[in-house]
């Protein structure tokens, strides 16, 4: 199993960026994917997640409105979408494979069974 972020970068306060995660080495459609990021001093939270077989999203309220997560099954790719993005936005960005059927549980760490590397987002005010 591998999980390849990329499209993170430097962008002004009010800018967008893609993010990208490529996956490989299981059946994309069985599985759901979540976006999570950490911040300096903080704890890994979750941002998005999303579940490719039956187009099932969701959000935390801190990026409701501003982030969207979509998946390409041919690629076997999720992106997250990042719009009007905050100072508060700046983090370390991760997916990570949800394991079994568990996307309800999104939120909590411990149902991610396969990370990527991360990649970082920095937000400047």
């Known amino acids: 199993v591998q999980l390849e972020e990329s499209g993170g970068g430097l962008v002004q306060a009010g800018g967008s960026l893609r993010l990208s995660c490529a996956a490989s080495g299981f059946t994309f459609e069985d599985y759901a994917i979540g976006w999570l990021r950490q911040a300096p001093g903080k704890e890994r939270e979750g941002v998005a997640a999303?579940?490719?077989?039956?187009?099932?999203?969701y959000y935390a309220d801190s990026v409701k409105d501003r982030f969207t997560i979509s998946s390409d099954k041919a690629k076997n790719t999720v992106y997250l979408q990042m719009n009007d993005l905050k100072p508060e936005d700046t983090a370390i960005y991760s997916c990570?494979?949800?394991?079994?059927?568990?996307?309800?549980?999104?939120?909590?760490?411990?149902?991610?069974?396969?990370w990527g590397q991360g990649t970082q987002v920095t937000v400047s005010s």
């Open positions: 999303i579940y490719a077989a039956d187009g099932s999203t």
């Open positions: 990570a494979r949800i394991r079994g059927q568990h996307v309800h549980l999104w939120q909590f760490m411990y149902v991610y069974d396969h």
